[in-house]
């Protein structure tokens, strides 16, 4: 999958966000908001951060690592992309797939990620 190649920025709020897409135009990005800024502001207000951003060329991922409970209310509430560690139980990983396949949601690997910044 093309998306690990992009360069990825690791961000917690729109500011930044928005300063990052002034500096590179027209180029192919990974935005990650982390799993600790996730922890502290909480699914609806990722959310609403992709909501704001959602009509830029870029891809919003949002990192859940382990945390199934996290992951779960993710795909609830739709976001597109989210990222998991590959240290999840097999069964646990299989599950999730298939119940974000089903509400149109990408999973992908954190460890797969080359150029964090």
């Known amino acids: 999958m093309k998306i690990y190649e992009y360069l990825t920025f690791k961000t917690n ?9 002034k500096k590179v135009h027209n180029q192919k990005i990974n935005i990650f908001h982390s799993f600790k800024s996730l922890q502290w502001q909480g699914p609806q207000f990722v959310k609403s951060l992709e909501d704001k951003i959602k009509d830029c060329d870029i891809n919003f991922i949002v990192e859940s690592n382990t945390d199934i409970g996290l992951t779960l209310a993710l795909i ?17 990983l299989t599950k999730i797939k298939s119940i974000a396949k089903k ?15």
Not at 103 to 117: G, M, P
């Open 103 to 117: 509400k149109d949601v990408n999973i992908l690997f954190t460890e797969k990620f080359k150029k964090i910044e």
């Open 76 to 92: 609830e509430i739709g976001i597109k992309k989210i990222s998991i560690s590959n240290s999840l139980d097999k069964k646990v």
């Open 13 to 21: 709020n729109l500011e930044e966000i928005l300063i990052i897409l």
